[in-house]
């Protein structure tokens, strides 16, 4: 009976497929997004003084059905970087790195001067203003979202 059974199975998939009733299949979104995450004003400001850290500042929104937290992150052309926050430590603020940022439905943030921003170590000297350095943000789970930020000099807008 079981083998029958697969038969039928067989056959009815054989017949839709003759007939163009193949199911959907939803694409995957590319390598490097996550769906329902938009990145804007994402830059990388160098430092005023070489081998200091460049900092990256960017507006983060999601809009999609899996929560995950931003853990991670790395910059091209920088040895290491490092989501930091200010807070307040023994009656002072003072900049410190970032815990695990929870993001689900509607999270808005900021990356911006005297809250969260990213700090970019070692930045090449071959990375110039006006050219472009990608950013990956490493979420739970290990998916990746890439994005280009535009390298602005120490004195440009933040």
């Known amino acids: 009976m079981r083998g029958s059974t697969v038969a039928m199975g067989a056959a009815a998939l054989l ?3 003759a007939c163009g009733g193949e199911a959907e299949v939803a694409e995957a979104p590319p390598e490097g997004v996550i769906e329902g995450v938009t990145i804007e004003n994402a830059r990388m400001v160098l430092p005023p003084v070489p081998g200091n850290p460049a900092a990256v500042y ?7 059905d899996r929560a995950f937290s931003l853990g991670r ?6 040895e290491s970087a490092t989501m930091h926050q200010y807070g307040e430590y023994n009656f002072e603020m003072q900049m410190m790195d970032a815990l695990p940022i929870p993001v689900s ?4 943030i900021e990356f911006k001067p ?3 921003h990213v700090m970019a170590m070692d ?7 006006g050219d472009t350095a990608e950013v990956t943000l490493t979420v739970s789970g290990g998916r990746q979202h890439k994005f280009d930020a535009e390298v602005r000099a120490a004195g440009d807008e933040r």
Do not use: K
Request: glycine residues 14%.
């Open 58 to 64: 960017f507006d983060f929104s999601y809009e999609g």
């Open 15 to 17: 017949t839709l497929s």
């Open 123 to 129: 930045v090449s000297p071959e990375i110039e203003p």
């Open 73 to 78: 992150v790395s910059v091209e052309g920088a």
């Open 105 to 108: 439905n509607g999270t808005t």
């Open 114 to 116: 005297g809250d969260y």
